[in-house]
């Protein structure tokens, strides 16, 4: 795999808000897990492509992580693995970064915060995509 490319045959979520495309695939961490004592951990990687006609910067991300019972934290921060990459129409950034849950399954969703070159704030939506764990127990009625 390409390092700044994503995983082909692994679930991609997508959405595109104002020419920003952002892909999501999501990837459980079993060895820095601990279902012991109700520690789980994934890594997920993104994709931001600026398929619109203006250069944007990436300026913070707000995130809304729900685990699976339905508690949810909200983190906000100023860009994203410290960098606010600025994105010139046709290209991409991709970076990698994880999140913990006390449950073996749950979900993400949120949204950055983008300035175009004429100063048009916009919020681009990075779409809901799962964390699954293979400790999750299905019932199937």
Do not use: C
């Not at 991709?94 to 749950?106: E, Q």
Request: glycine letters at 12%; zero cysteines; a negative charge.
């Amino acid at each position: 795999m390409v390092d700044d490319e994503l995983i082909d045959g692994v679930l991609t979520f997508e959405e595109t808000t104002e020419g920003i495309h952002i892909a999501v695939q999501s990837y459980f961490l079993s060895e820095q897990s601990k279902p012991e004592v109700q520690q789980y951990v994934w890594a997920y990687r993104i994709r931001i492509t600026n398929g619109g006609d203006h250069t944007v910067q990436l300026l913070n991300r707000h995130w809304i992580i729900t685990d699976g019972v339905g508690g949810t934290q909200e983190v906000k921060g100023v860009g994203v693995v410290g960098e606010q990459p600025v994105l010139r129409p046709g290209d991409a950034f991709v970076y990698t970064s994880g999140t913990p849950l006390g449950t073996p399954s749950g979900f993400m969703r949120g949204s950055y915060e983008m300035q175009r070159e004429d100063g048009k704030l916009f919020h681009a939506v990075v779409p809901a995509f799962s964390l699954d764990s293979p400790h999750i127990s299905l019932n199937i009625n």
